[in-house]
């Protein structure tokens, strides 16, 4: 059975550190995995989505990356700001069926301090 | 505006009695989702809807029941046989899977928080 954990559960850092959040998944075998993040009593916005086949992917500050061999996701933030507060959930697809049926790992709650 | 509404924002449910959660998407979507999310936990499926007039149980479906009469409604149904139905509730909604070549990303709804009084 997939299990998807995320650590830390929580980080605070001091705005314009650069910082990594960690996503680890027990069955390598997966189609996709998602970066989300979700704002307090907020629905989820989808950040990135690496394909098995990809090793990276980017948009403006933010670059996650994929292991499958070793079952890990970094979600690398550059130059972070207060408005990067928020939680940050990853979420895996397994592979087979016709279903898009996600994971979720338990988030990081990240505070970015003015 | 394209996207997923959910109503209401907050509802209160008393104890044996039923509620309705509404979602609606513009997205013209096949599949659309409903997961549960309680504090210092991930989200987690109660049902899901590949099409319309067909829905499938998620991980945790008892206490819950759900249609899919049109394609752009999923509404779900906490009975009263929910014991424990104080959470955050998520809809969503996604291209069939398989159509995308796998950039099926999910389209997540605000959410509605039920309160058990």
Redesign the interface.
């Given at each position: 059975k997939q299990e998807v954990t995320q650590i830390p559960a929580a980080l605070s850092v001091p705005e314009g550190e650069n910082l990594v959040l960690n996503c680890s998944f027990t069955d390598s075998a997966i189609y996709n995995l998602q970066w989300f993040r979700q704002d307090p009593g907020k629905g989820l916005t989808s950040l990135l989505l690496i394909q098995s086949s990809q090793r990276e992917q980017t948009s403006g500050r933010l670059n996650a990356s994929l292991d499958k061999s070793s079952g890990r996701s970094t979600l690398y933030i550059a130059a972070s700001q207060p408005g990067d507060s928020a939680t940050y959930l990853c979420a895996v697809r397994n592979p087979g069926g016709a279903t898009n049926k996600l994971i979720f790992g338990t988030g990081t709650l990240l505070a970015v301090q003015p | 505006d394209g996207g997923?509404t959910?109503s209401p924002k907050y509802l209160f449910r008393k104890e044996g009695q039923n509620v309705t959660l509404s979602c609606e998407q513009n997205l013209n979507h096949d599949?659309m989702?409903w997961y549960r999310q309680d504090p210092?936990?991930?989200?987690?499926?109660i049902y899901?809807s590949?099409i319309v007039n067909d829905f499938?149980k998620?991980d945790i479906a008892e206490g819950y029941s759900v249609s899919r009469e049109k394609k752009e409604s999923f509404p779900l149904t906490v009975t009263s046989a929910q014991k424990n139905p104080t959470a955050?509730y998520?809809c969503?909604s996604?291209t069939?899977?398989?159509r995308t070549s796998?950039?099926?990303?999910?389209?997540?709804?605000?959410?509605t928080?039920l309160t058990v009084l």
């Open positions: - | 997923i959910q599949a989702y210092g936990q991930g989200l987690r499926l899901y590949q499938q998620g955050f998520l969503a996604s069939t899977p398989g796998g950039k099926d990303t999910q389209y997540f709804g605000p959410g928080r």
